[in-house]
């Protein structure tokens, strides 16, 4: 079966500082890879898709970067955390056949 | 980008009662998606619906598209303390990517 996996499951980091979430599945091949912020009392926003190594596309413009440098890992980053960066990031993958996305258990990340 | 509207935004039912969350989109939903969310953690798949008037079920839980597409229901029959939490409706806009609605929050009162 397939698993997704997310690290580190919390976070606390200075504004200004650098940022690098990891996420990778297991379980399936050539997945397409989501990233999504949730903030305090809001929906989901996607952040960045993939539908292959090394093919990313941003959907908000942003001090935010994403990666896919392997096929099953997904990669967010950035070079200088600003406070309004603070939320709940989550990852998650789709199947080529069907659209469902599923999640993994998601990284708070606090930047003071 | 789809915009979905979810209705309540809250609600709390005593346990043993049902109750019904409503998703409704200005466009035609080509894929429903629901979501249950417990806070600080991810989302957990609960039911996709394509097709024009149709209905799944889950244990107590039965989500339904209306014949238009443009909106879906989430029911829950006989609320139990383990139904708590938040329920978020996605859509699929045809191209891999969802946009959610900014969900439902369920508390179940013993």
């Known amino acids: 079966s397939q698993t997704i996996h997310q690290w580190p499951a919390t976070l606390v980091q200075p504004v200004g500082s650098p940022l690098s979430l990891e996420c990778t599945v297991e379980g399936t091949s050539n997945p397409n890879l989501y990233w999504y912020r949730q903030a305090a009392g809001r929906g989901l926003q996607l952040l960045f898709y993939s539908v292959g190594i090394g093919q990313i596309s941003s959907e908000v413009p942003q001090n935010l970067s994403a990666s896919r440098p392997q096929d099953r890992q997904f990669i967010l980053s950035s070079k200088k955390l600003l406070l309004s960066d603070s939320g709940f990031y989550l990852c998650?993958?789709?199947?080529?056949?069907?659209?469902?996305?599923?999640f993994g258990p998601g990284t708070r990340l606090l930047v003071l | 980008s789809q915009e979905l509207e979810q209705s309540p935004q809250s609600l709390i039912v005593q346990e043993g009662k049902n109750l019904t969350i409503n998703c409704t989109s200005s466009k035609t939903l080509y894929g429903l998606y629901w979501y249950k969310q417990k806070y600080g953690e991810g989302l957990i798949f609960l039911m996709m619906l394509q097709k024009g008037g149709e209905e799944k079920s889950h244990e107590k839980i039965t989500a339904k598209l209306d014949e238009k597409k443009q909106q879906s229901s989430l029911h829950i029959t006989a609320s139990q303390p383990s139904h708590a939490g938040i329920y978020l409706c996605g859509a699929n806009g045809g191209d891999y990517k969802l946009s959610f609605g900014a969900g439902t929050t369920v508390t179940v009162r013993a």
């Open positions: 998650a993958w789709g199947d080529r056949l069907g659209e469902t996305q599923y």
